[in-house]
T-cell receptor, first 115, second 114 residues
Framework: NAGVTQTPKFRVLKTGQSMTLLCAQD?????MYWYRQDPGMGLRLIHY???????AKGEVPDGYNVSRLKKQNFLLGLESAAPSQTSVYFC??????????????FGPGTRLTVL | AQSVAQPEDQVNVAEGNPLTVKCTYS??????LFWYVQYPNRGLQFLLK??????LVKGSYGFEAEFNKSQTSFHLKKPSALVSDSALYFC????????????FGSGTRLQVQP
């Protein structure tokens, strides 16, 4: 199993450009998440999804949109990139099953720089 | 809203010595607590979790953590540090109800000297 994969690994954008980050998981997990990691701030939740076709806002959703058209994929979009969105983006997934506290599995991250 | 505090930005320890990485939390109700480790240029890896039961939780790579409800703490420990343990460690919490996403602390960098 590849686990959680993210595409691309690195990207440089100019202010105002748009892009989509792709997250894919092959573990048949119901839950998927997008986080951003900034120095000294840990990880902050952007958006998440509890199943195919459903999404919800996290702590810092402004400037981002997401879609979960297929269970295995979770897309994060930036419509008009801003320098404040320079960060490392992590996708994660988790299994629901009968327990309510399964750990999350993380992808390797996407390093985004907005000039 | 829940929160996590990791009061030390960096912890330095000599190889072979015991290590402790501190974490305190604030959440309504009984918490679900997690520790993750991040190696350079990698995603986070799960180490261990506390859900209920025994306050001492054992996890991967010889790590363990002690849940203390009265002090709202969940410190990560290891009896004998290895140089390969050097990494960034994150504590995370989620409440027993509501969304399943985690709230992370700011991270503690562990440096183990040979």
């Amino acid at each position: 199993n590849a686990g959680v994969t993210q595409t691309p690994k690195f990207r440089v954008l100019k202010t105002g450009q748009s892009m989509t980050l792709l997250c894919a998981q092959d573990m048949n997990h119901e839950y998927m998440y997008w986080y951003r990691q900034d120095p000294g701030m840990g990880l902050r939740l952007i958006h998440y999804s509890v199943g195919e076709g459903t999404t919800a806002k996290g702590e810092v959703p402004d400037g981002y949109n997401v879609s979960r058209l297929k269970k295995q994929n979770f897309l994060l979009g930036l419509e008009s990139a801003a320098p404040s969105q320079t960060s490392v983006y992590f996708c994660a997934s988790s299994y629901s099953g009968t327990s309510d506290y399964n750990e999350q599995f993380f992808g390797p991250g996407t390093r985004l720089t907005v000039l | 809203a829940q929160s996590v505090a990791q009061p030390e930005d960096q912890v330095n320890v000599a190889e072979g010595n015991p290590l402790t990485v501190k974490c305190t939390y604030s959440v309504s109700g009984n918490p679900y607590l997690f520790w993750y480790v991040q190696y350079p240029n990698r995603g986070l890896q799960f180490l261990l979790k506390y859900i209920t039961g025994d306050n001492l939780v054992k996890g991967s790579y010889g790590f363990e953590a002690e849940f203390n409800k009265s002090q709202t703490s969940f410190h990560l420990k290891k009896p004998s540090a290895l140089v390969s343990d050097s990494a960034l460690y994150f504590c995370a919490v989620r409440p027993p109800t509501g969304r399943r996403a985690l709230t992370f602390g700011s991270g503690t960098r562990l440096q183990v000297q040979p």
